[in-house]
């Protein structure tokens, strides 16, 4: 059986294959293509016009003809059958010279948007571009910003269906060659129908069981590039827009792009109020519990009357009227992000009126639980990571269970218990609080404060052999 | 498994037992404890919200007897209905009934509730049940708190040093107030060999002396013809030695009419408080004090 009659049969003569066949003195030549993932106007300047030259000038090798001159900027000669249905899912268009000699031309269709600007990753300072859903775009905005033959990519094709092209970049020289040799083992070990997006291999790269991410997305080119500088491996999906920094650290979700483009006593500044708005994410609701039901004797008198006066006509214990507050809080977030933006404004408008103003008048919920629980989800949004954001719910929800049982005594059982966790989790084994535990004071510099970088010349010892910056 | 079961464990046998809402609180403010017939008799204002009706917070006053402090409480919680929280007792009002016994009892009772601190304020009153009724929030301790501070006219007397002038067996001040047309403060009372004294007047400044408790004071002294020597006591330390009493004073002369100079300013200033000192005391005096001002007129 020839190749078309296989691909016909195996395709089920699928509408959007495109067969041609074109005789050329006694040579016949086929063509095949997909439509809707190669560009017609490429095959038309590529193939077909040559084809037509061709057939006047008498050509006796018709393969090295097409080797040598076709104007594709890609073409290779295929060896068999699964060649060929590779590069022609590829985007390729298949030359098929009488039967035998299988050519593969490049003719992709560009299916992706422009470079455009980060999403969710805002900064003030600093570049503005964004990775896109674009393999080869994403390489080239890291390349463009490190000039240097030691950034080199593995790349490895995953999925059984969709054959997604991963690369895993690193600087050579700099970066612990052990670390992209294990990662670029997982990935090999991956089998999964499809890799859709980069998050796809959060969960066969990480063994972690925390509730806090230990690998960080991000969709800004210069970030990823500032990781690899520090030794770091990026991992770069087709088809995602974000890729993946390994190792990560705890500290790195409260560190941003433009912490580097700023003085460093504000951003030691910004550093500690994110911080502290994680500690009141997590941590305030549970404290109000407490107070108001365990301790309210660490009130002063006047905050206590306060309390209670607006206490006075809630039916619900303070335990559910926070738990209340809590879920409605994540329902209006989660229809925030899902409903188009033009319906956000009538969101906005009931969720501002209908949980702030009147369920405090129908005494459903005291005007003091809006504000606990309003500070803690607007502290939570300080943390960069979605993931990092969605984990703060989790221990926030732990956290008021225990305050509600123990008072003050859970809220400390609480904070023991988070800190075995974080101190318990690995990235890549390497320890998840790093540079506090275990410390360094060297990497303190750019830990939560940030101190001015000309003294910072040396590079994390954990992530990377070379150790001094700038060789 | 078995992880699971301790965690389990824990949780219930540490239980909840201290859950209390706010809702379910009857928030002492102040007590007033009174003896009579062998029973006490217990005054308390409670925070009441139901009634607020201004910018200050309002309370109720109830009244229950009993024959012991753990009895009354009982009883008092029993006709609020509610838990008694006496973690922010601000001030606890005794009478001249509360003798050694009573005080004894009353000292054991607070150090006995985990709740209460030992910070609020001990006041002696011989008209509790008006002073509790009339009385507004927080408004004896900011009397007797102004008083103590700006002008030395009383001494600050809270539950730990009542607790510690009692079994270190020695004088106990209480501040004295009465209610007139308003409450205001009648001196102070020496609580010595199971006895109330009253202490008046200017006596009060040189028991403050003699207790270390002097913050500033304002002293004057007529010269002749309506002319005052007006100092400001902005500060004053009194260290016990041996057998010397030794006083540092920091005073700013505020009016000087008399024309006095430095040195006449002094010694009217230290032979006054050397004389009324002595009779507190049997030691020697040595004042020192640091002048300035306007002496120079």
Known sequence: ?471 | MKKLLILIIIIFITGCDSYIELNDLAIINTIGLEKENNNYKLYASVVDITEKESLDIPTTSYQVTGTSLNQIIDNLSMSLNKKIYMSHLNLLIINDSIKTKELEEIINFFLNNNETREDFLVVNCNNIKDIIKKMKFQEINDLIENNSRNASETIKTTMYDVIKNFYDKKNIYLPSIILDSSISLDGIKEFKNNKYKEIKGEDIIYLNYFLNKIDTYKYSYTCDDNKYLYLNILESNTSFLTKELLITNEIKVITNDCNYNKDKIENIFNTNLKTNLEKLTNKKITIKNTIRGTYEN
């Open chain 1, 1 to 471: 059986m020839d190749y078309i009659e296989k691909l016909k049969q195996e395709s089920n003569n699928s509408d959007d294959y495109i067969y041609k066949e074109i005789k050329l003195n006694k040579n016949i030549v086929n063509t095949i293509n997909i439509e809707t993932i190669t560009s017609s106007n490429d095959i038309n300047d590529f193939i077909l016009k040559r084809i037509s030259i061709l057939n006047k000038l008498n050509y006796p090798n018709l393969e090295e003809f097409f080797l040598n001159f076709l104007p594709s900027p890609n073409i290779s000669k295929l060896k068999d059958y699964d060649e060929l249905k590779t590069k022609l899912l590829n985007g390729y268009t298949i030359i098929i010279i009488n039967k035998e000699s299988i050519l593969a031309v490049e003719t992709r269709r560009d299916l992706t948007r422009g470079v455009a600007e980060a999403n969710y990753e805002k900064t003030i300072l600093g570049p503005k571009d964004a990775f896109i859903e674009h393999y080869n775009t994403n390489l080239g905005l890291i390349r463009r910003r490190i000039k240097n033959i030691n950034l080199q990519v593995k790349t490895i094709d995953t999925g059984v269906y969709t054959k997604t092209k991963v690369g895993i970049l690193y600087i050579k020289g700099i970066v612990k060659e052990d670390l992209v040799n294990k990662t670029y083992k997982k990935l090999q070990k991956i089998n999964l129908d499809g890799i859709i997006d980069s998050n796809y291999l959060k969960r066969y790269l990480n063994s972690s069981k925390s509730l806090f991410p230990t690998l960080k997305g991000t969709e800004r080119p210069d970030l990823a590039s500032e990781a690899l500088l520090e030794g770091k491996i990026i991992i770069v999906v087709d088809n995602s827009p974000e890729v993946l920094i390994l190792p990560t650290f705890f500290i790195d979700f409260f560190h941003t792009s433009d912490d580097y483009y700023q003085k460093p006593i504000n951003v030691t500044f910004i550093r500690i109020i994110r911080l502290l708005a994680f500690i009141i994410a997590i941590f305030f609701p549970a404290l109000y519990v407490a107070l108001t039901t365990h301790n309210p004797d660490s009130m002063p008198i006047n905050l206590l009357i306060s309390f209670k006066t607006q206490r006075m006509s809630v039916p619900f214990p303070a335990f559910v009227e926070a738990i209340l507050m809590i879920i409605a809080f994540e329902i209006l977030r989660e229809s925030d992000i899902r409903i188009p933006s033009s319906m956000g404004t009538a969101i906005s408008i009931l969720g501002g009126l209908v949980l702030g103003d009147a369920a405090v008048n129908a005494g459903i919920v005291s005007p003091i639980m809006i504000i606990v629980v309003a500070i803690s989800a607007i502290s939570g949004l300080l943390v960069q990571a979605i993931e990092a954001i969605n984990s703060i719910r989790w221990y926030r929800f732990l956290l008021i269970i225990l305050a509600s049982i123990f008072g003050y005594y859970g809220i400390f059982i609480g904070i023991i218990f988070i800190l075995i966790n974080l101190s318990d989790t690995k990235s890549e084994d390497k320890d998840y609080l790093y540079p506090f535990a275990p410390i360094n004071l060297e990497e303190q510099k750019d830990g939560i404060l940030k101190i001015n970088t000309k003294g910072n010349k040396l590079r994390n010892p954990i992530l990377s052999n070379n150790k001094v910056r700038g060789k």
